[in-house]
């Protein structure tokens, strides 16, 4: 079993900034493909931006909505993951929750095995 903790939501106005982490348990973080998911209040859970294995060519997934404004990182000898959110909107806000996988990039919810317990994020008007 692998444990994912998120820290770093909270309330931002809007076109502000906030950065999500995500610190897993375990020895081998870097094996693994990192996601950041959102759901929003009434509405599906949905990918946001996704990065590829250690070993891999450094893939990035994101969605439209976000290109541009959102960027993920990882740091595998912290074992963490990092959503940097900037020009944040009000349709930003959601749940957000930190996922992993083994293998390659998805963007299928089901596709990943272990999932954090999700951080609010709230950007006004």
């Known amino acids: 079993q692998v444990q994912l903790v998120e820290s770093g939501g909270g309330l931002v106005q809007a076109g502000g900034s906030l950065r999500l982490s995500c610190t897993a348990s375990?020895?081998?973080?870097?094996?693994?493909?990192m996601a950041w998911f959102r759901q929003p209040p009434g509405k599906e859970r949905e990918p946001v931006a996704i990065i590829s294995r250690m070993g891999m060519s450094a893939t990035t997934y994101y969605a439209d909505s976000v290109k541009g404004r959102f960027i993920i990182s990882r740091d595998n000898a912290k074992n963490t993951v990092y959503l940097q959110m900037n020009s944040l909107k009000p349709e930003d806000t959601a749940v957000y929750y930190c996922?992993?996988?083994?293998?390659?990039?998805?963007?299928?919810?089901?596709?990943?095995?272990?999932w954090g317990q999700g951080t609010q994020v709230t950007v006004s008007s």
């Open positions: 375990g020895r081998t973080f870097s094996a693994y493909v």
């Open positions: 996922a992993a996988k083994l293998g390659n990039i998805a963007t299928i919810r089901a596709a990943y095995d272990y």
